[in-house]
């Protein structure tokens, strides 16, 4: 399995391999592929990473300018999907050690809304007043790269469709 930027003719494959994982997730809004397809066109993709195999590709992580509260520099992971016949051999681990990897460069740190029980293992936490607007205050999280306690709310690109006070 290979990890890499996303290049043009991966474009149809991604958005078919994220609306076919999101329908897996009970929580999933149906836009995920939408939602990439705008950031794109945006130029809002800090990270579009494929994993591929011999098959295509099975898996897809994208990253978004953020800020919580006032501070700018975060990174935020989302979404991330691996096709539902390849779960469970390693893809999202893969994608997320990458993904991470490569955010330490340029971002304070890495920030998601997903399962603790999936991102915890990577590091991820919920910190006290990190939150967004509407969603358990549990399932937002954070990975300071340089030791911050983040605070506020987790401002995602308007690509997201989100109302949020800043
Ligand atoms: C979440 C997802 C990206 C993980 O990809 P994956 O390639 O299956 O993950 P890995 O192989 O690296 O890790 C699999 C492990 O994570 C666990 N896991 C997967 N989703 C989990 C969750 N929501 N909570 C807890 N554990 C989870 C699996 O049980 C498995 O455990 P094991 O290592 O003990 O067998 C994938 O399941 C997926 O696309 N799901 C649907 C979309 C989604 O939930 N996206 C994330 C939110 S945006």
Redesign the pocket.
Known sequence: MLIRDEIARDIPAIGRVVTE??R??AQASGTEAGIVEKLRAEGALALSLVAEDEGGVI?YLAASPARIGAQPGWGLI?????LPS????????ALMTEAIRRLRRTCRGAALV??P??YGRFGFRAFPGLGVTGCPPEAVQALPFDGSEPCGELIHHPAFGLDQQE
């Open positions: 994982a999101m897996m997730l898996g989302g979404p991330v999907a691996v390849r779960h469970s051999q390693g893809v999202g681990t997903g399962d029980g999936y």
